[in-house]
Nanobody, 124 residues
């Protein structure tokens, strides 16, 4: 049984930084792509960033390009999201997600399992 546990969320002022971490267990972590989604109140859960099985390929939604960085450690079975220059519109619950295969990372449909999420709040 795959388990994804997010941590690192919190309250930060605009312009600040947070680093989210997702710890995976119960599966072969290095055999799948991973991603981060976010969901603001009253909105859909949207893909923010994705990373393929090796870490060689990444994807970012336009609104976070240049500010967020996704990375993974296949030995530790973790995937991180470094978030810099945070804006109030980044406020959301952030979810770690497991990919369906090794490579596909750019669509919501490429992921099939999510963690419980961690709250990120950016104050203006």
């Amino acid at each position: 049984q795959v388990r994804l546990e997010e941590s690192g969320g919190g309250l930060v002022q605009a312009g600040g930084s947070l680093r989210l971490r997702c710890a995976a267990s119960g599966g072969i972590f290095s055999n799948v792509a991973m991603g981060w989604f976010r969901q603001a109140p009253g909105k859909e859960r949207d893909l923010v960033a994705g990373i393929n099985w090796s870490g060689a390929s990444t994807y970012y939604v336009d609104s976070v390009k240049g500010r967020f960085t996704i990375s993974r450690d296949n030995v530790a079975s973790t995937v991180d999201l470094q978030m810099n220059s945070l804006k109030p519109e980044d406020t959301a619950v952030y979810f770690c997600a497991k990919g369906r295969d090794l490579f596909d990372i750019t669509r919501r449909e490429d992921y099939d399992y999510w963690g419980q999420g961690t709250q990120v709040t950016v104050s203006s």
